[in-house]
């Protein structure tokens, strides 16, 4: 077993504490990693409130550098810069997973923490730590010349973006309309813009226009102006609303061209409530989306990094994890925290737990 550092919440709701447990000897074709940088996600602080098993150790958004490979391991070499995301395993023998669509697993995918490995029974433990240990089918190469630091919101936010906007045709001659800008609207709006869709930004908030049209943004509807959204009517191939608080989606299918598409890929506390006739009229499309499998992952690391695309960061110490948190339940953030895994005291202080 190989000791391992992190930050861990030890009951529910509790703060994260230095915390020492160990992880798995390599199997063949695994690589350990030692974590340098680790995004903040909503996800994270659900986990913490509502975990069902703790300790919970956070984090799914990893950079950091290859320290061991398994005997088998044929991509990786030590030294290597890598990225891990919010998947660390699949069954691999499932139609989704031939297709490299592992996300969409049929016995479900093996979870960065708070999941159990169907192979060893222990419950995997998040990037909030100085090492990760995982199979490196679900390892990718770092992208040169990118900020690494804003490369790991890339793991979660970023995929789970660009896949429905490449599904859903976001592309030059195509209007795609972005709701929310934060943590992942942000990077939505990013990437759009890039794959050469015309991109109208929805916000609540009128002081975020200027920083939407230097996103990417062609245009910014304040969602909140009534006569405004009322001008929307019809005009959008596809929307993605990326927001995670309670809200309606009638504007936005209003807002639909027929045979638009309106994906969800927020996660709000309440469930949606939505008329029929609001999709049967126009032919419209109501659809979902989450991560992305390792073939759409590669192929969106290798488009962030032939634009220059990253996440624009908050970079905050280790053990800062709790300020972080607490910013991130309030909003106060623009648009991702990331943690400095390097950085930081408190982990020699930590209570020495094996699991």
């Not at 030890?10 to 160990?22: I, K, M, S």
């Not at 045709?169 to 813009?193: E, S």
């Not at 499309?285 to 962030?304: I, K, N, P, Q, Y």
Request: hydrophobic share 40%.
């Amino acid at each position: 077993m190989r000791n391992v550092t992190g930050w861990a919440a030890h009951r529910q709701g509790g703060p994260l504490e230095p915390w020492n447990f160990t992880r798995r000897d390599l199997r063949g074709d695994d690589v350990a990693v030692r974590v340098d940088y680790c995004g903040v996600c909503a996800t994270d602080n659900s986990a913490v409130a509502h975990g069902g098993e703790y300790p919970v150790v956070p984090g799914h958004e990893m950079v950091g550098e290859i320290t061991a490979v398994g005997e088998a391991v044929t991509r990786f070499a030590v030294g290597d810069k890598v990225a891990v995301g919010n998947i660390i395993d699949s069954c691999g023998e499932c139609p989704p997973c031939l297709a490299g669509r592992e996300n969409l697993c049929l016995r479900f995918p093996t979870l960065t923490y708070g999941n159990t490995d169907p192979k060893d029974g222990m419950t995997t433990r998040g990037g909030y730590s100085s090492e990760y240990v995982l199979p490196e089918k679900f390892t990718y190469h770092l992208p040169e010349g990118l900020d690494p630091a804003g490369v790991a919101p890339l793991m979660c936010a970023g995929i789970t973006t660009y896949v429905p906007l490449k599904r859903w045709g976001a592309a030059p001659g195509r209007r795609v309309g972005i709701v929310g800008m934060g943590g992942l609207g942000h990077l939505a709006l990013k990437i759009a813009h890039h794959l050469g869709a015309e991109v109208v930004q929805f916000t609540r908030t009128a002081g975020k226009a200027d920083e939407a049209r230097a996103l990417g943004a062609d245009e910014v509807v304040l969602s909140t102006d009534e006569q405004q959204m009322a001008e929307q009517e019809g005009r959008f191939d596809l929307i993605l609303d990326t927001v995670g608080s309670a809200h309606s989606l009638e504007p936005y299918l209003s807002a639909l061209a027929v045979d638009g598409t309106l994906c969800v890929v927020g996660i709000p506390p309440e469930d949606f409530a939505v008329s029929p006739l609001s999709l049967i009229q126009g032919a419209k499309t109501l659809a979902g989306a989450g991560s992305g499998g390792t073939v759409e992952t590669r192929e969106m690391l290798d488009f962030c990094a032939e634009h220059g695309i990253v996440a624009d960061v908050e970079l905050m110490r280790a053990d800062e994890v709790n300020v972080a948190l607490d910013r991130l339940a309030r909003n106060d953030v623009r648009y991702r925290f990331v943690l400095d895994m390097t950085a930081g005291d408190g982990a020699g202080d930590a209570t020495n737990q094996l699991v």
